[in-house]
């Protein structure tokens, strides 16, 4: 019976799907409850012989929270970084490699930039 197999299999496909849909629910639950939880605190160091700073930053900056309410410095050059969903931290130095904690993207910004200097970036 073809007909009848199609239709488990389109069952089948179904049970999955809405099992994946479950999955991701509950996954972007977890993402949202980390997010959720307490602002990275400040920090204030030398990494490198560079000064990195942050700090929470409800409602400054200079592009308006995107910055997920956190503000990075480094030589007092403000260093772009965004949060993302999952709660990991990246910068505009490293776009593509999410880092646990803004500190980390601080440093990683200095190892990055080599001792370059840290243009600000110009929003539009
Ligand atoms: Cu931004």
Redesign the pocket.
């Known amino acids: 019976m073809p007909e009848l197999t199609r239709r488990r299999a389109l069952g089948a496909a179904a049970g999955a799907a809405a099992a994946l849909a479950v999955a991701g629910t509950a996954a972007a639950a977890a993402a949202r409850k980390e997010h959720t939880a307490a602002d990275p605190a400040s920090f204030d160091e030398v990494y490198k012989g560079r000064r990195i700073q942050g700090t929470p930053s409800h409602g400054g900056g200079h592009?308006g929270g995107?910055?997920g309410g956190y503000s990075v410095h480094i030589d007092g050059e403000e260093l772009?970084v965004?949060r993302n969903a999952d709660g990991t931290w990246i910068s505009v130095v490293n776009h593509y490699e999410p880092f646990a904690t803004p500190r980390a993207v601080a440093r990683a910004a200095v190892a990055e930039l080599q001792g370059a200097d840290l243009v600000p970036l110009v929003t539009v």
Do not use: I
């Open positions: 592009h995107h910055g772009h965004m």
